[in-house]
């Protein structure tokens, strides 16, 4: 248990359906993060936020869509899904960034959520 | 952005020491350099991190050249727990950018 707890751990899906993956921590971070993992792939940096605020979306297409209601939790809600979609999508969170020194925080993963979508 | 360059695969035995390169020639003045693993099956967890000086921990220790172009992650005594993707990663002074390259797939031989 890393702190970071990702619910659900596996999760199938139709293109049609509508899902959503939730992360939650409790290390007192400000910062939190998804990132998706593909077969072979290095991981992608998809969303950040910040003190609630959403800082960085990489170009990441709107059948994604992140929510941060509170520095402890973070959603990505899933819809109208494509099969290529399918991947491990990890959270993590750090005490902050955007702060001098900051870069010497780390990172606190989660196990991930993997997505299948059929 | 600076970037990491690592080797693909290593290998190494049971018990003996594992030292994984990594290269980043374009790193700036303030760039902290991250060690991070995955293990199979699980997110990637934090090894050690440094910004000039040499790092230990109980997990590893963390060997930077003198002019920051290259780094090396020591593992004194692998062992069949610690075959795992391991990332090196760039991390700018205000925590700006952490992006993960390919990485370095260690096997441990018994």
């Known amino acids: 248990e890393t702190g970071v707890t990702q619910t659900p751990r596996h999760l199938v899906m139709g293109m049609t359906n509508k899902k959503s993956l939730k992360c939650e921590q409790h290390?007192?971070?400000?910062?939190m993060y998804w990132y998706k993992q593909s077969a072979k792939k290095p991981l992608e940096l998809m969303f950040v936020y910040n003190f609630k605020e959403q800082t960085e979306n990489n170009s990441v297409p709107s059948r994604f869509s992140p929510e941060c209601p509170n520095s402890s939790h973070l959603f990505l809600h899933l819809h109208t899904l494509q099969p290529e979609d399918s991947a491990l999508y990890l959270c993590?969170?750090?005490?902050?960034?955007?702060?001098?020194?900051?870069?010497?925080?780390?990172?606190?993963f989660g196990a991930g959520s993997r997505l299948t979508v059929l | 952005d600076a970037k990491t360059t690592q080797p693909n695969s290593m290998e190494s035995n049971e018990e003996e020491p594992v030292h994984l390169p990594c290269n980043h020639s374009t790193i700036s003045g303030t760039d902290y350099i991250h060690w991070y693993r995955q293990l199979p099956s699980q997110g990637p967890e934090y090894v050690i991190h440094?910004?000039?000086s040499n790092v230990n921990n109980r997990m590893a220790s963390l060997a930077i050249a003198e002019d920051r172009k290259s780094s090396t992650l020591i593992l004194h005594r692998a062992t069949l727990r610690d075959a795992a993707v391991y990332y090196c990663i760039l991390r700018d002074y205000n925590n700006n950018d952490m992006r993960f390259g390919a990485g370095t797939r260690l096997t441990v031989k018994p």
């Open positions: 290390l007192g971070h400000n910062a």
């Open positions: 993590a969170s750090s005490l902050d960034r955007g702060e001098p020194n900051s870069g010497a925080n780390v990172l606190t």
């Open positions: 440094g910004l000039t």
